[in-house]
């Protein structure tokens, strides 16, 4: 016969104590997840409509477009041929739409427009990096880098105008949040790339637009549902055709959205971390203090899909003095442990009224090959589009936010 565990008072206080935490730890989850959608609310973008009143096709979704089909009275069947003809074939009209009958492009033509953005500026660098700048219907500006390789095309896509964030190496971060783009206005930055390459259809073979990046102006996790939106768009086999394997997300550590994006999407997960204790990072990315490393770490370590075929890449800014020591070397393989990774090493980039310096060569090649002996890859990315201010942390627009009629939300 089994005996009862004995109840003492310890173990009441030690049950009490487990119920108090897990509390704790709940409701923390639910503020962060209420910051987040608090953010969101206070920087939603515009309604999706042109200069002139008519509603924007690009960045609907496939039961969205299908809305707007059956309140034309028209069958089912047209959305799909509509989303062909603006995702998989780069219609730019509805006069392009030539399987459409005249009556229905003509009722298109009355309400909607197929959606482009404006080019103010297409700035091409010496190493045949591309920077766009390009103006949505309000006025407002991102910026957009393609960075042509050997094997492979990427596209850095921007998810706000303006950053939420105030990282001190970066030049985004001195231009305030004005707002977060829609879905249309992420996903017409690449339909804006295939048009300016001539890449139509989705289709075609040798693309030169293979990879998509989210690391533009922005962070994409505090404007989580329309980067969700607009990345299934491009995801979709039917519509811009890129594989989850071939986009990253890059984010500087929104804890509580990190795991969604995984079971969500499924895309590649790209960290900012850039310094290896708790104090340096708040320093230089003021996030820190909302999402120290080990909630940030931990929720790496649960990331969906990772392994070690799958890693998570680390960006780390080098910058001299601050947090390339060998001391930080071997900090940053201490805090990585478990965790599939892969470190990029950027050089500091700098830009007008910078403050920080790059570390020297030497010192990043150093840094580099003590993780690489250590069995940890550790690449040095090349800087590409420097003179265009297009690399790494350089991206910025002069857009502004004309109101502020709320305060501050608790996520900025």
Same mark, same amino acid.
């Given at each position: 016969?089994t005996t009862?565990?004995?109840i003492?008072?310890?173990?009441?206080?030690?049950?009490?104590?487990?119920?108090?935490t897990?509390?704790?730890?709940?409701?923390?989850?639910?503020?962060?997840?209420?910051?987040?959608?608090?953010?969101?609310k206070?920087?939603?973008?515009?309604?999706?409509h042109?200069?002139?009143?008519?509603?924007?096709?690009?960045?609907?979704?496939?039961?969205?477009l299908?809305?707007?089909?059956?309140?034309?009275?028209?069958?089912?069947?047209?959305a799909?041929?509509?989303?062909?003809?603006?995702y998989?074939?780069?219609?730019?009209?509805?006069?392009?739409?030539?399987?459409?009958?005249?009556?229905?492009?003509?009722?298109l033509?009355?309400?909607?427009?197929?959606?482009?953005?404006?080019?103010?500026e297409?700035?091409?660098s010496?190493?045949?990096?591309?920077?766009?700048?390009l103006r949505?219907?309000?006025?407002?500006?991102?910026?957009?880098?393609?960075?042509?390789e050997?094997?492979?095309?990427?596209?850095?896509?921007?998810?706000q105008?303006?950053?939420?964030l105030?990282?001190?190496?970066?030049h985004?971060?001195?231009?305030?949040?004005?707002r977060?783009?829609?879905?249309?206005?992420?996903?017409?930055?690449?339909?804006?790339?295939? *048009? #300016?390459m001539? %890449?139509? @259809?989705?289709?075609?073979?040798? +693309? /030169?637009? &293979?990879n998509?990046v989210? !690391?533009?102006?922005?962070e994409?996790?505090?404007?989580?549902?329309n980067?969700?939106?607009?990345?299934?768009?491009?995801?979709?086999?039917?519509?811009?055709?890129?594989s989850?394997?071939?986009?990253?997300?890059?984010t500087s550590?929104?804890?509580?959205?990190?795991?969604?994006?995984?079971?969500?999407?499924?895309?590649n997960?790209?960290?900012?971390?850039?310094?290896?204790?708790?104090?340096?990072?708040?320093?230089?990315?003021?996030?820190?203090?909302?999402?120290?490393?080990?909630e940030?770490l *931990? #929720?790496?370590? %649960?990331? @969906?899909?990772?392994?070690?075929? +799958? /890693?998570? &890449?680390?960006?780390?800014? !080098?910058?001299?003095?601050?947090?390339?020591?060998?001391?930080?070397?071997?900090?940053?393989?201490?805090?990585?442990?478990?965790?599939?990774?892969?470190?990029?090493?950027?050089?500091?980039n700098?830009?007008?009224g910078?403050?920080?310096?790059c570390?020297?060569?030497?010192?990043?090649?150093?840094?580099?090959?003590?993780?690489?002996e250590k069995?940890?890859?550790a690449?040095?990315?090349?800087?590409?589009?420097?003179?265009?201010?297009?690399?790494?942390?350089?991206?910025?627009?002069?857009?502004?936010?004309?109101?502020?009629?709320?305060k501050?939300?608790?996520?900025?």
């Open positions: 016969m009862a565990p004995k003492t008072e310890n173990t009441v206080e030690t049950t009490q104590e487990a119920e108090n897990d509390k704790a730890q709940v409701q923390s989850a639910q503020a962060s997840n209420a910051g987040s959608r608090g953010h969101a206070a920087f939603a973008p515009p309604s999706s042109a200069a002139d009143g008519r509603k924007i096709l690009v960045g609907l979704s496939r039961e969205e299908e809305a707007e089909v059956l309140s034309l009275g028209e069958a089912k069947f047209r799909k041929q509509l989303w062909q003809w603006i998989n074939r780069g219609a730019a009209s509805f006069e392009d739409m030539t399987s459409l009958g005249k009556p229905f492009r003509e009722k033509e009355a309400g909607y427009v197929v959606g482009r953005p404006e080019i103010v297409d700035l091409i010496v190493d045949g990096t591309r920077k766009w700048l949505f219907p309000d006025g407002n500006e991102v910026e957009t880098v393609f960075i042509p050997d094997d492979r095309g990427t596209l850095c896509v921007s998810s105008v303006g950053c939420t105030t990282c001190k190496f970066c985004t971060g001195t231009q305030p949040l004005v977060n783009l829609s879905p249309n206005e992420i996903v017409s930055q690449i339909i804006h790339a295939r *048009d #300016a001539e %890449e139509w @259809p989705s289709s075609a073979p040798g +693309r /030169r637009v &293979t998509i989210m !690391m533009g102006m922005g994409p996790l505090y404007n989580y549902e980067v969700k939106a607009a990345l299934k768009i491009v995801m979709d086999g039917e519509g811009l055709t890129i989850r394997r071939r986009i990253t997300l890059s550590g929104v804890v509580p959205e990190i795991r969604r994006c995984g079971v969500d999407l499924g895309v997960l790209a960290v900012s971390l850039h310094a290896v204790d708790d104090e340096t990072r708040s320093k230089i990315m003021p996030i820190n203090n909302k999402y120290p490393l080990k940030l *931990d #929720a790496c370590r %649960e990331y @969906p899909g990772v392994s070690n075929s +799958r /890693r998570i &890449t680390f960006e780390y800014v !080098m910058l001299k003095d601050v947090n390339d020591s060998m001391e930080d070397a071997k900090k940053l393989l201490q805090i990585l442990k478990g965790i599939p990774a892969k470190i990029n090493l950027i050089p500091f700098p830009w007008p910078s403050f920080f310096e570390s020297s060569n030497n010192q990043i090649r150093r840094f580099s090959n003590y993780l690489f069995g940890v890859s690449p040095i990315r090349t800087t590409r589009g420097e003179d265009i201010l297009a690399a790494c942390g350089q991206l910025k627009s002069e857009s502004e936010r004309k109101r502020k009629t709320k501050p939300c608790a996520a900025e």
